[in-house]
C-alpha cells in the first residue's frame, strides 16, 4: 500500500486478466473467528409488545403445554422439576421455564476448534457464519441436479474451510446418500475434523450417532477437556407445533450432559405448523424454545444452549414454504429481541430461497434474509451458503454467490470507521475545492482496502465483460468454486489421532448392520 503505487509506470504489468486471476485462485484460509458487531440492533417490538408475547408464550406452556414424546427420562426431569405431567403432555407453571433458563443458561459461551486459532465464541455482540445443512441434494452447473455423495460433502467443508467469512464448518452441509443413514454420521463428522480445523456441527438423528460425535470429538480433544468445555454444536429442532420427539430429545440429553452446545429451533412453516400471524408465531416460538432450553438446564445447568428460530411462511394456493418474504423477516426480528431478553444467544437466518436454480429470486429470497438476520442481531447464522430449493438442494455456485453477500455483510456489522484515518481530514485539506481524490496520499494509501471487491459481480464496460467471455454471476462462480478446490491444501492434522478416528469409525461401523434408517 505504498503511497507512489497509483503513479507507478508499472501499475499494469501482467494485465488486467493475471491480476483477476492471481485474487480469484489466491489460497487463503484466514479468517477471523467471529464478526464483531459495531452497529446498533434492528427491532420492530416495543417494551410493552415484547412483554404481551411472553406472558402469552407462558399462557401457552401453562394452559396448553409441551408434549414430551416417548422419553421417560424427560417426563421424569420435568415432573421433579414441579411441571405438571399429564401422560405425555407437560404444563409449566408461569415463569419456570423462565426462570431455569435464565438461572444457568450462559449468555455466551466458547466453542473451540482443534485449531486454537479457530476457536470462536457464541452470543454477545458476536455473529458466526456457517454453511447451509441438512439438503439431500446437490447442484452445479455441469452436472445439474443430483442425489449428494460424500465426495460432495467433503467438497463443501473444504470450500467451507476456505471461506474467511465462514467461521464455522457447520453440520450435514449435504446428506451423503451414497451411504448408509445409521453410518453416515462418522464419515461426515471425521470429514469435518480431517478436512477442516473450524469448529463444527455433531449428529442429531439418533442418541447413539449423538455419542458417537462426542467420542470422536474426545479422540481429538481429550476426555477431561470435553467434560470442561464446549467443541461441538448441535441443532436440536422441535417438532412444531409444542411437541419434542424422542430422537431429539435423546440427542439433546446426549450433548447437555457432555457440556456440549444444542441450537433449539422451533422448524416452522406458518399458517401450517403455527398461526398465519407473526405475532402468533412469535408466541408459539418462544413457548417451544423456551421448553427446550429450559429441558438442556435440567439435564446439566451451566450446559450452553442457543434459542433458535427458522420460520417461513407458505404459500396458501400450493402449501409449499416460501422465503424471503416480509413476515418470516418479522418474525426473524421479534424473535432476536425476545431472545435478548432471555440472555441467551440467538440462531437465525441465511442464505434462503425457494428458487431452484441460481437466478435472480434466488439473490432476492437471500438477501432479503441475510440482510434481516445480520440487522436483527443473529449470533449463530446456520443455512449461511449454498441454499437452494428450500434446501433441498446445495449448489455449488450459489455457495460462492452467498460467500460473497456475507463478506458485504461483516463489512456492515463492523460500522463505520472514526479513527483519525477514517475520517480522513488529510485528504479533505489535501484535496480542497474543485479537484479530485484519486491521486490524494490518502487514496493512493487505502485504495487496496477502501472498497469491497467482490469475486463474483462484474463492474466493467459491456466491452470488457465481452472480451472476458460473457459470463453471467453463475458461471463465475463455477469457475471460482473449481479454482478453490484446485487450491485446496488440508489443514494438518496429528497422525495419531487421524489413526485412532479411523479406527474407531471401523470398530463402530463393523459392530452393526448397514440400514437405511
Given at each position: 500500500?505504498?503511497?507512489?503505487?497509483?503513479?507507478?509506470?508499472?501499475?499494469?504489468?501482467?494485465?488486467?486478466?493475471?491480476?483477476?486471476?492471481?485474487?480469484?485462485s489466491?489460497?487463503?484460509?484466514?479468517?477471523?473467528?467471529?464478526?464483531?458487531?459495531?452497529?446498533?440492533?434492528?427491532?420492530?417490538?416495543?417494551?410493552?409488545?415484547?412483554?404481551?408475547?411472553?406472558?402469552?408464550a407462558?399462557?401457552?406452556?401453562?394452559?396448553?403445554?409441551?408434549?414430551?414424546?416417548?422419553?421417560?427420562?424427560?417426563?421424569?426431569?420435568?415432573?421433579?422439576?414441579?411441571?405438571?405431567?399429564?401422560?405425555?403432555?407437560?404444563?409449566?407453571?408461569?415463569?419456570?421455564?423462565?426462570?431455569?433458563?435464565?438461572?444457568?443458561?450462559?449468555?455466551?459461551?466458547?466453542?473451540?476448534?482443534?485449531n486454537?486459532?479457530?476457536?470462536?465464541?457464541?452470543?454477545?455482540?458476536?455473529?458466526?457464519?456457517?454453511?447451509?445443512?441438512?439438503?439431500?441434494?446437490?447442484?452445479?452447473?455441469?452436472?445439474?441436479?443430483?442425489y449428494?455423495?460424500?465426495?460432495?460433502f467433503?467438497?463443501?467443508v473444504?470450500?467451507?474451510?476456505?471461506?474467511?467469512?465462514?467461521?464455522?464448518?457447520?453440520?450435514?452441509?449435504?446428506?451423503?446418500?451414497?451411504?448408509?443413514?445409521?453410518?453416515?454420521?462418522?464419515?461426515?463428522?471425521?470429514?469435518?475434523?480431517?478436512?477442516?480445523?473450524?469448529?463444527?456441527?455433531?449428529?442429531?438423528?439418533?442418541?447413539?450417532?449423538?455419542?458417537?460425535?462426542?467420542?470422536?470429538?474426545?479422540?481429538?480433544?481429550?476426555?477431561?477437556?470435553?467434560?470442561?468445555?464446549?467443541?461441538?454444536?448441535?441443532?436440536?429442532?422441535?417438532?412444531?407445533?409444542?411437541?419434542?420427539?424422542?430422537?431429539?430429545?435423546?440427542?439433546?440429553?446426549?450433548?447437555?450432559?457432555?457440556?456440549?452446545?444444542?441450537?433449539?429451533?422451533?422448524?416452522?412453516?406458518?399458517?401450517?405448523?403455527?398461526?398465519?400471524?407473526?405475532?402468533?408465531?412469535?408466541?408459539?416460538?418462544?413457548?417451544?424454545?423456551?421448553?427446550?432450553?429450559?429441558?438442556?438446564?435440567?439435564?446439566?445447568?451451566?450446559?450452553?444452549?442457543?434459542?433458535?428460530?427458522?420460520?417461513?411462511?407458505?404459500?396458501?394456493?400450493?402449501?409449499?414454504?416460501?422465503?424471503?418474504?416480509?413476515?418470516?423477516?418479522?418474525?426473524?426480528?421479534?424473535?432476536?429481541?425476545?431472545?435478548?431478553?432471555?440472555?441467551?444467544?440467538f440462531?437465525?437466518?441465511?442464505?434462503?430461497?425457494?428458487?431452484?436454480?441460481?437466478?435472480?429470486?434466488?439473490?432476492y429470497?437471500?438477501?432479503?434474509?441475510?440482510?434481516?438476520?445480520?440487522?436483527?442481531?443473529?449470533?449463530?447464522?446456520?443455512?449461511?451458503?449454498?441454499?437452494?430449493?428450500?434446501?433441498?438442494?446445495?449448489?455449488?455456485?450459489?455457495?460462492?454467490?452467498?460467500?460473497?453477500?456475507?463478506?458485504?455483510?461483516?463489512?456492515?456489522?463492523?460500522?463505520?470507521?472514526?479513527?483519525?484515518?477514517?475520517?480522513a481530514?488529510?485528504?479533505?485539506?489535501?484535496?480542497?475545492?474543485?479537484?479530485?481524490?484519486?491521486?490524494?496520499?490518502?487514496?493512493?494509501?487505502?485504495?487496496?482496502?477502501?472498497?469491497?471487491?467482490?469475486?463474483?459481480?462484474?463492474?466493467?464496460?459491456?466491452?470488457?465483460?465481452?472480451?472476458?467471455?460473457?459470463?453471467?454471476?453463475?458461471?463465475r462462480?463455477?469457475?471460482?468454486?473449481?479454482?478453490?478446490?484446485?487450491?485446496?491444501?488440508?489443514?494438518?492434522?496429528?497422525?495419531?489421532?487421524?489413526?485412532?478416528?479411523?479406527?474407531?469409525?471401523?470398530?463402530?461401523?463393523?459392530?452393526?448392520?448397514?440400514?437405511?434408517y
Amino acid at each position: 500500500m505504498g503511497t507512489g503505487m497509483g503513479r507507478s509506470t508499472n501499475r499494469r504489468a501482467g494485465g488486467r486478466a493475471s491480476r483477476i486471476a492471481a485474487r480469484r485462485s489466491a489460497v487463503s484460509v484466514e479468517t477471523e473467528t467471529y464478526i464483531s458487531r459495531r452497529i446498533p440492533y434492528s427491532g420492530v417490538l416495543n417494551e410493552e409488545a415484547l412483554e404481551l408475547i411472553e406472558h402469552n408464550a407462558d399462557t401457552v406452556l401453562e394452559e396448553i403445554g409441551i408434549e414430551f414424546r416417548d422419553s421417560p427420562d424427560a417426563l421424569a426431569l420435568w415432573r421433579e422439576a414441579g411441571a405438571d405431567v399429564d401422560g405425555e403432555r407437560v404444563r409449566f407453571p408461569r415463569g419456570l421455564c423462565r426462570n431455569l433458563i435464565q438461572a444457568t443458561a450462559p449468555a455466551e459461551f466458547t466453542q473451540h476448534a482443534r485449531n486454537p486459532a479457530r476457536t470462536t465464541i457464541i452470543g454477545g455482540d458476536r455473529t458466526v457464519l456457517a454453511p447451509a445443512y441438512g439438503s439431500p441434494f446437490v447442484r452445479d452447473l455441469d452436472q445439474g441436479r443430483r442425489y449428494a455423495t460424500i465426495e460432495d460433502f467433503k467438497n463443501f467443508v473444504k470450500l467451507t474451510y476456505m471461506s474467511p467469512s465462514l467461521h464455522h464448518s457447520g453440520g450435514t452441509v449435504c446428506e451423503p446418500v451414497d451411504l448408509p443413514v445409521n453410518k453416515r454420521h462418522f464419515d461426515m463428522i471425521y470429514s469435518h475434523i480431517k478436512y477442516s480445523d473450524k469448529p463444527f456441527m455433531g449428529s442429531v438423528t439418533h442418541p447413539e450417532r449423538a455419542q458417537d460425535t462426542v467420542e470422536m470429538a474426545r479422540i481429538v480433544f481429550g476426555e477431561d477437556f470435553i467434560d470442561q468445555n464446549t467443541v461441538v454444536t448441535s441443532l436440536i429442532n422441535a417438532n412444531s407445533p409444542m411437541t419434542f420427539d424422542a430422537t431429539m430429545l435423546g440427542a439433546a440429553k446426549v450433548y447437555a450432559e457432555n457440556n456440549q452446545a444444542t441450537v433449539i429451533s422451533p422448524f416452522i412453516l406458518a399458517g401450517a405448523m403455527s398461526p398465519v400471524t407473526v405475532a402468533g408465531t412469535l408466541i408459539q416460538v418462544l413457548a417451544e424454545a423456551m421448553a427446550g432450553m429450559a429441558y438442556t438446564q435440567l439435564v446439566r445447568p451451566g450446559a450452553p444452549v442457543v434459542f433458535g428460530t427458522f420460520a417461513s411462511s407458505i404459500s396458501m394456493q400450493s402449501g409449499a414454504p416460501t422465503f424471503g418474504t416480509p413476515e418470516p423477516a418479522l418474525v426473524l426480528y421479534g424473535a432476536a429481541e425476545l431472545a435478548r431478553r432471555l440472555k441467551v444467544p440467538f440462531r437465525s437466518g441465511g442464505g434462503l430461497c425457494a428458487s431452484k436454480i441460481t437466478d435472480a429470486q434466488a439473490a432476492y429470497e437471500s438477501s432479503n434474509t441475510l440482510q434481516a438476520a445480520a440487522m436483527a442481531g443473529v449470533n449463530f447464522m446456520l443455512h449461511t451458503a449454498g441454499w437452494l430449493e428450500g434446501g433441498l438442494v446445495m449448489s455449488y455456485e450459489k455457495f460462492m454467490m452467498d460467500v460473497d453477500q456475507v463478506n458485504m455483510i461483516a463489512i456492515l456489522l463492523k460500522g463505520i470507521d472514526l479513527s483519525e484515518n477514517g475520517l480522513a481530514m488529510d485528504a479533505l485539506r489535501e484535496v480542497g475545492p474543485g479537484a479530485h481524490f484519486l491521486g490524494a496520499s490518502h487514496t493512493q494509501a487505502n485504495f487496496e482496502r477502501a472498497f469491497y471487491r467482490s469475486t463474483i459481480a462484474d463492474n466493467n464496460s459491456f466491452e470488457q465483460w465481452a472480451e472476458d467471455g460473457s459470463l453471467d454471476a453463475s458461471q463465475r462462480a463455477n469457475l471460482l468454486w473449481k479454482e478453490k478446490l484446485a487450491s485446496y491444501e488440508p489443514p494438518p492434522l496429528d497422525d495419531a489421532v487421524d489413526e485412532a478416528l479411523l479406527a474407531f469409525m471401523a470398530q463402530r461401523k463393523s459392530s452393526f448392520p448397514d440400514q437405511n434408517y
